[in-house]
């Protein structure tokens, strides 16, 4: 049977794996843009973050990760475009998770995800959220397509 020490080292290497790959995908994003594959690869980083962090009860990572989760799902099954101040957001949500992540398994105990971060993500998920809505909501031109939906 895993013992507790084993569960925090596999959390640790897998929530390490994650970040790294987000970093990645994020630091590329920065002037290019992403594939619908990539965009995908990390909407499930974040996803499993989230899913780590809950299973290890760390509320303040698995909140943090849910917002970021929820922005690129945005972009993935809305058509959001993947903008400059997206890209901006998730990449100060990887570095805090990234700060937070030795702390918790260092004290084993839930970290609390800064408010401003968090409310910044929130207001950026209310802003594209509106897009998406208005862009679905928008009749379709000639060529069948949806007037002011914008693409990845």
């Known amino acids: 049977m895993a013992s507790l020490d084993q569960f925090w080292e596999e959390f640790q290497s897998e929530a390490d794996e994650h970040l790294s790959t987000a970093d990645r995908l994020i630091d590329q994003a920065h002037g290019n843009p992403l594939s619908a594959d990539e ?28 917002r970021a989760e929820s922005l690129l799902g945005l972009v993935r099954d ?58 679905a909501e928008a009749p379709a031109d000639a060529s069948g397509g949806e007037i002011g939906r914008a693409h990845v």
């Open 78 to 135: 809305h058509g959001v475009a993947l903008d400059a101040d997206l890209v901006q957001g998730l990449a100060v949500a990887v570095g805090q998770l990234g700060q937070m992540l030795p702390q918790v398994t260092a004290t084993r105990e839930n970290v609390p995800a800064p408010p401003e971060l968090l409310e910044e993500l929130d207001r950026l998920q209310g802003e594209r959220g509106a897009i998406a809505e208005a862009a």
């Open 39 to 66: 965009v995908s690869e990390l909407f499930r980083g974040f996803h499993s973050l989230k899913g780590l962090a809950r299973a290890m009860d760390l509320e303040g990572m698995e909140g943090l990760a849910h």
